[in-house]
């Protein structure tokens, strides 16, 4: 069980916008920056939005971050096929003294 | 370039021990903080522990008092050195940088290719 919560799974066709949320607590998302991380099938995870809402150079601005309380989310603006993998969220934890991931999202382009 | 690269992977039974090392190149291990992450097979990332840039260490409760994380800062590599390894620890380990600015956090923006270690008998 993940201390960071995110959907299984979403979807969406070419050029629609998607967006997939990640739930946590006052002692992670609630107080510290969320991260989020793109992993692409058998590749190590790649950096995709860090700060909660900043874009790491090289990162199409198609992707967005935003933070309300405790609860984080991304959104994917003008999908596209290559955009299909797994998405992970994840943020410093005070209480626990260290880094807590969500389970992860699948991406699908259908 | 910044790269990281992994190895001591592998086979090992249930109770034995494991030393993973990943070569930092491009940077300094001790001007940032770093961090093992791993993932089982078909399973999400679970973050395994971060050394800071004074050497201060932190562990995941899953590993706490079985996994060590160490670095060469001579020799620039990180070190995971784990004990009493169970079933449940088989997974690719990935080393994580830490993007520099903060003491720790969960903002990685290098990893390396990651070594898998299986845990049976």
């Known amino acids: 069980q993940s201390v960071l919560t995110q959907p299984p799974s979403a979807s969406g066709t070419p050029g629609q916008r998607v967006t997939m949320s990640c739930s946590g607590s006052?002692?992670?998302?609630?107080?510290?920056?969320v991260n989020w991380y793109q992993q692409l099938p058998g590749t190590a995870p790649k950096l995709l939005i860090c700060?909660?809402?900043q874009r790491p150079s090289g990162v199409p601005d198609r992707f967005s971050g935003s933070k309300s309380g405790t609860s984080a989310s991304l959104a994917i603006s003008g999908l596209q096929s290559e955009d299909e993998a797994d998405y992970y969220c994840?943020?410093?934890?005070?209480?626990?003294?260290?880094?807590?991931f969500g389970g992860g999202t699948k991406l699908t382009v259908l | 370039e910044v790269q990281l690269v992994e190895s001591g992977g592998g086979l090992i039974q249930p109770g034995e021990s494991l030393r993973l090392s990943c070569v930092a190149s491009?940077?300094?291990?001790?001007?940032?903080?770093m961090s093992w992450v791993r993932q089982a097979p078909g399973k999400g990332l679970e973050w395994v522990s971060v050394?800071?840039?004074?050497?201060?260490?932190f562990y995941a409760d899953s590993v706490k008092g079985r996994f060590t994380t160490s670095r060469d800062n001579s020799k620039n590599i990180l070190y995971l050195q784990m004990n009493s390894l169970r079933a449940e620890d088989t997974a690719v380990y990935y080393c994580?940088?830490?993007?520099?600015?903060?003491?720790?956090?969960?903002?990685?923006?290098?990893w390396g290719q990651g070594t898998l270690i299986t845990v049976s008998s």
């Open positions: 050394i800071d840039s004074g050497g201060s260490t």
């Open positions: 700060n909660t809402d």
């Open positions: 491009g940077f300094t291990v001790t001007s940032t903080y």
């Open positions: 006052s002692s992670n998302i609630g107080s510290n920056p």
């Open positions: 994840a943020a410093w934890d005070d209480s626990l003294k260290g880094a807590v």
């Open positions: 994580a940088r830490g993007s520099p600015g903060n003491r720790y956090g969960s903002r990685f923006d290098y």
